[in-house]
């Protein structure tokens, strides 16, 4: 298997301990932070870029970019870490009969923060379509 599909489709957790389950996730949080960091730098560079073309440039400071990423990072990892709790509490309730969650919870975590991460980046560029649009027709 490539390592990408071994990335994305990992095998659960065989023991299943609130400890051996923390262990599988915290070893996919690098992982987890290069992809969404990856898709964190596009819109970085993207957003401003996209908000600065013409027709009615919108400028985008520095001062406030940074902040919002420090602070969108730092609530990525803690939703990252409800993965685990969400997994642990299903043991707890269904013991062995529980599902192994593990890998669906991380793949789909790992979609919807990169999704999320670029979605500034699609709507800049909505707007710019908006503003050209208005330009054209006389806004």
């Not at 400890?19 to 992809?35: D, G, P």
């Not at 919108?58 to 870490?81: D, F, H, K, Q």
């Not at 560029?125 to 806004?139: E, H, K, L």
Request: proline share 9%; net charge positive; charged share 10%.
């Amino acid at each position: 298997m490539s390592q990408l599909v071994e990335a994305l489709y990992p095998l659960p957790d065989v023991r299943r301990t609130p400890l051996s389950q923390l262990r599988w996730w915290e070893s996919r949080r690098l992982f987890y932070n290069k992809a969404v960091g990856a898709a964190g730098l596009a819109t970085l560079v993207g957003f401003p870029l996209i908000s600065m073309l013409p027709p009615h440039p919108i400028p985008v400071g520095l001062p406030e970019l940074a902040i919002g990423t420090v602070v969108y990072g730092v609530l990525a990892n803690g939703c990252y870490s409800l993965g685990w709790l969400l997994e642990v509490l299903a043991c707890r309730v269904w013991g062995r009969k529980a599902p192994d969650l593990g890998p669906f919870l991380f793949r789909q975590g790992l979609f919807f923060s990169v999704g999320l991460t670029l979605l500034p980046l699609l709507l800049a560029t909505f707007i710019w379509v908006i503003r050209i649009v208005a330009a054209v027709f006389g806004g």
